[in-house]
């Protein structure tokens, strides 16, 4: 999804669908249903503080953030989020063993789902096969002979005593063209959605039978997770000895105990801008427009606007998306390529893949304005109650000017506060601080003067959130 899907701000971060985020969506669907526990979520420490923003924004307080040090597929992710959970249980209730058995929902966070009844009576019908012990999957009725996504074949009859739960025969990879047209056409075939019910002690078991050494490494990463701040860190050196492999190889494609569950309730995966082009309602020319839009003679296309006016004229079948530091312009039959972008972004040691021009930061934002030789001009966000760490710089010095709201100011051994239009001085080598005593953001315009601007040009002293 790039240009607007960043390695800082991944899809599941942005409002591809609504005004909400694709986490967000993902668990506001389910906000209102009772039986649940509050959500534990798993996530990079890269970005943890906008995950956590975004939980508070809509009014979610997790069970749990749980922060791996680095990504190693979904198997090792959801051991260690089945141990939480089981520790959780029986700290929590008095009868444990009984309440042992709670079931666990595991979803991925950049779905949409346009049919939540549906997906909620799914979820029923898949806990009275997870109750017993099964590991359930979803399985999506097909609408089109996608070659994208992995399929399951189901037995023919249901399991006794479920409604529409099915033994899982096979799954199966990616198919070509061909065979997809022949699995649309037989109804024992379904798109593997990648979301599950069981009971975590269930899959646990299953772990340890199939993949030994993911689940001996996952134990000893949580039973090694320490407290930073809201957050649990999972063991950095024995969640790296987790091998890297899905819930589908490690686990599923190997037990004696799956199951499917047909689902109608109008999924898609986002997985490209195509596919997000055919979920979103489109004007009578077949049009899906956002931000500040012109078309004349356009039809059947995806044109996106974050800042700037966009004008298409006389094309069909295209994507067009616009972002401060980026443009993509692609047909729609070739959106795969833009990933081939990302590699050459990267092969170029280019910054375009990994940030936007607005960087978010756990005290707000800043954005860059300008640079040139010596210098650089960044305009900066700090949300009430923020404050950036006590740090230094070797190789700049900085100029700050308050557009709006107040400013504490640490400078050296000197505190100040700093209103509209007021301006203070870092030079190179002093101690400084900057935060929000206020109740309203605060604004400001940083102009960085020196032999060497990077962000790695950072020594911190102290720091309210932990980072090193």
Wanted: charged fraction near 25%; proline fraction near 5%; charge should be negative.
């Amino acid at each position: 999804m790039w240009p607007l899907s960043r390695e800082a701000l991944p899809k599941q971060l942005l409002p591809l669908c609504s005004r909400y985020s694709m986490l967000q969506e993902t668990l506001l669907r389910l906000a209102e249903w009772t039986e649940l526990m509050p959500p534990l979520l798993t996530c990079g420490n890269e970005h943890r503080f906008m995950v956590a923003e975004q939980l508070r924004a809509i009014g979610i307080a997790p069970l749990g953030i749980l922060l791996e040090p680095e990504g190693r597929n979904t198997a090792p992710t959801v051991a260690v989020a089945a141990h939480y959970l089981l520790q959780h249980v029986k700290e929590r209730k008095a009868d444990a063993e009984s309440k042992a058995d709670a079931l666990m929902l595991v979803l991925p966070a950049d779905h949409m789902i346009n049919d939540p009844e549906a997906f909620h009576a799914a979820i029923q019908r898949a806990a009275l096969a997870a109750g017993k012990g099964a590991l359930a999957t979803f399985g999506i009725v097909p609408s089109a002979p996608e070659t994208g996504y992995g399929y399951i074949r189901r037995a023919k009859t249901a399991l006794p005593g479920t409604e529409r739960c099915y033994a899982v025969e096979r799954f199966v990879e990616k198919p070509d063209k061909a065979t997809a047209e022949m699995f649309v056409k037989d109804d024992a075939y379904s798109w593997n959605s990648g979301m599950f019910l069981f009971q975590p002690k269930r899959y646990l078991e299953e772990l340890r039978e199939f993949r030994p050494l993911i689940a001996e490494s996952s134990q000893k990463a949580f039973e090694g997770a320490y407290r930073d701040l809201d957050f649990c860190r999972l063991d950095e050196v024995s969640f790296a000895a987790c091998p890297a492999e899905s819930i589908d190889y490690a686990v599923m494609e190997h037990t004696r105990h799956a199951v499917v569950v047909p689902a109608e309730i109008g999924w898609n995966d986002i997985g490209s801008w195509s596919a997000l082009w055919q979920v979103l309602k489109g004007d009578e020319n077949g049009n899906v427009l956002r931000g500040d839009v012109y078309t004349d003679d356009v039809r059947n296309s995806l044109i996106r606007a974050e800042n700037r006016f966009v004008a298409v004229v006389g094309i069909q079948d295209v994507v067009v998306v616009e972002t401060k530091d980026a443009v993509l312009v692609v047909h729609k039959d070739q959106v795969q390529g833009v990933k081939k972008i990302v590699e050459d972004l990267k092969k170029n040691s280019r910054t375009e893949h990994m940030n936007h021009i607005r960087v978010y930061r756990p005290w707000g934002s800043y954005e860059g304005i300008d640079m040139g030789d010596r210098f650089q001009v960044k305009r900066i966000t700090v949300e009430p109650g923020g404050k950036l760490s006590l740090q230094m710089h070797h190789h700049r010095a900085e100029h700050w000017v308050v557009v709006s709201g107040t400013a504490r100011i640490t400078r050296g051994e000197e505190e100040k506060f700093l209103t509209e239009n007021e301006s203070t001085y870092i030079p190179i080598g002093v101690k400084h601080r900057l935060e929000n005593p206020g109740k309203l953001p605060l604004h400001l315009i940083e102009v960085q003067s020196g032999s060497y601007l990077g962000e790695d040009d950072i020594v911190r002293f102290d720091d309210i959130y932990k980072r090193s």
